[in-house]
């Protein structure tokens, strides 16, 4: 498609790549086209990918119509190309978000097929399942990037919960229709022993040659020192250098502090803020009791924000955000809550998941700022108002800019104390909790990642610094492992956000409107930083212009 050149096109053309990489998330989001493939791991099959992406990037970035969408196809394209070198398929097993098979088992059984077409569509791609098992293990057999080794255990026992589950998650979509005889034969013939067989290759072949949890980093494997920048800037969307941000986030550690006093005085009485997550962490009436008072409290907090949100945004979601308990063979390897899209075709609402596993080791307190995080007015928000913004490019509404994704959901939780969300005090502690914790990714990552950090070092790093149950300490680490830089997308967003919003109260004085400011920040769809600086300074602009 050389001929391609009006920007329009260049995000269409894109989106098909982007799909083709990654057509179960097409088939989650309601894009038709793609339900019945899966991704194609082979070295091959990623570099013709590669290729693709880089000759749209290097067409994006020359001159032409509409600069806005110009710029986040470039940004996308050149995001796909560095993940695609970084080769994450060959040494990645065990964290959601990136592990292969573990992505899979947990993406499938959400598949909601709306008639006999997209049922056999699954079916299909259920088909194509012990071809791709077979191409994977090819993959990693002849990688020199060897992947962590307790991360491969963990991959292994997530294959086996699967193979003991005594009704197979993976036929969930055709359940009690005609098809589903078909589907478990289907299962049990093929898709089962594949799995099975997988599970013997990471056991046989990769668990003894992985490394051991003092190199974990990406700087412990072939160009890892060059690759790692990349993701840096394919994530944040700036030039930071990860010692840059290393020092950023040490700062803004040491800062947190004054607020964990100030506000822990109201609740402990006079404490540094080092006790004050001391007594977070120890307080027995401050862990959960069941999993049904986590899901009882998110639901309530979700709905609380609702209420209030026309004050604040002068356009809002069509559609409620859902709240739903993480299903238990994803629990143990899930993070502490996620938020799942809306399928553009309306088959799935907008979920706010809640990872209930081992509820009674968790806190209560961070609940409500995670609600708002993950919830309203956080993802929910942005992602099904990006959905409902028909006149730009699929791309424009999909885009995997996680700088401005991340970046706002944990800017809604310091807005969401401004709109008097919070219940109390402690909750407030629980918003600083998870300013610690973001703050404190800036710094394990690049630990990780660049300095040649051990797991123990940032295990201990994060339990000096953050307010977290070891359970939640390990899950985050190991995250960080197998996702390397994505963990830093939140700060980086939110600072860049609030200087946004700072430099035009400052600009605009009366004039500035919070609901006006909001959706300038949304009506675009996810935007580079760069890009969505441009976009409030062209609106202050406007605003000024407006003779009174």
């Known amino acids: 498609m050389s001929d391609v050149n009006t920007a329009r096109e260049l995000a269409d ?13 097409a088939t989650l989001r309601g894009l038709p ?4 493939r899966l991704p194609d791991p082979s070295a091959e099959g990623e570099r013709a990918l590669r290729d693709r992406a880089e000759a749209i990037a290097r067409r994006a970035d020359t001159a032409g119509d509409d600069p806005v969408t110009r710029a986040v196809v470039a940004q996308q394209a050149w995001s796909l190309v560095h993940l695609l070198d970084a080769n994450l398929v060959e040494h990645t097993h065990a964290e959601g978000l990136n592990a292969p098979v ?7 059984p959400l598949v909601l097929p709306g008639d006999d077409a997209a049922r056999r569509a699954y079916l ?5 399942l012990p071809g791709y098992l077979d191409a994977l293990a090819h993959r990693q057999r002849g990688s020199a990037r060897r992947p962590v080794r307790h991360l491969v255990a963990s991959a292994i026992a997530r294959v086996d919960r699967y193979l003991a589950e005594r009704v197979d998650p993976l036929g969930a979509p055709v359940a009690g229709t005609p098809l589903a005889d078909e589907c478990a034969e289907l299962l049990t013939g093929a898709v089962r022993p594949a799995l099975a067989r997988y599970r013997d290759f990471l056991a046989a072949e990769v668990l003894d040659r992985g490394r051991d949890e003092d190199r974990p980093g990406l700087c412990w494997l072939p160009d890892g020192d060059r690759l790692y920048p990349n993701l840096v800037r394919a994530c944040t969307t700036t030039d930071h250098t990860p010692e840059e941000l290393h020092r950023i986030g040490r700062e803004l550690i040491e800062a947190l502090d004054r607020e964990y006093e100030e506000i822990g005085a109201r609740v402990f009485g006079p404490v540094s803020a080092a006790e004050v997550r001391a007594r977070l962490l120890a307080d027995p009436d401050l862990r959960w009791r069941s999993a049904a008072d986590m899901l009882t409290l998110a639901r309530r907090t979700i709905a609380r924000a609702e209420a209030v949100a026309a004050d604040w945004f002068g356009t809002l979601p069509g559609t409620r955000c859902e709240v739903e308990e993480v299903p238990e063979a994803e629990a143990p390897n899930a ?6 899209d809306p399928a553009l075709d309306g088959s799935r609402p907008g979920t706010y998941f809640v990872n209930t596993h081992l509820a009674e080791q968790r806190d209560r307190f961070s609940a409500e700022s995670t609600a708002f995080h993950e919830g309203v007015p956080g993802h929910h928000f942005q992602i099904a108002l990006a959905q409902q913004l028909e006149d730009l490019p699929l791309l424009r509404r999909f885009a995997s800019i996680e700088a401005y994704l991340e970046g706002w959901a944990l800017y809604t939780e310091r807005l969401a104390d401004e709109m008097g969300l919070y219940s109390d ?3 407030r502690l629980g918003m600083l ?3 610690s914790l973001r703050a404190a990714r800036l710094v394990v990552d690049t630990g990780l990642h660049a300095l040649g950090w051990s797991r123990q070092q940032a295990v201990d790093y994060l339990r000096a610094n953050a307010v977290m149950p070891d359970v939640d300490i390990f899950s985050e680490v190991d995250r960080y492992t197998e996702n390397p830089a994505q963990a830093l997308s939140y700060m980086v967003g939110r600072l860049e956000i609030q200087r946004l919003r700072g ?3 400052r600009r605009l004085g009366d004039r500035f409107d919070i609901r006006a400011f909001h959706d300038q920040v949304l009506r675009g769809g996810p935007l580079p930083m760069a890009v969505l600086a441009d976009v409030v300074d062209s609106w202050c602009a406007s605003v000024l212009s407006v003779q009174d």
């Not at 086209?33 to 019945?36: I, L, P, S, T, Y």
């Not at 573990?102 to 499938?108: D, F």
């Not at 993070?335 to 799942?340: E, G, Q, R, V």
């Open 13 to 25: 053309e894109l989106l098909t790549l982007v799909l083709d990489a990654d057509p179960v998330t």
């Open 33 to 36: 086209g793609w339900d019945d």
């Open 433 to 435: 909790s998870g300013d």
């Open 503 to 505: 430099e035009a109260e």
């Open 425 to 427: 005090d402690v909750a």
């Open 102 to 108: 573990v992505l899979l088992l947990g993406a499938l």
């Open 335 to 340: 993070p502490l809550a996620y938020y799942m």
């Open 124 to 128: 299909t791609r259920l088909a194509a």
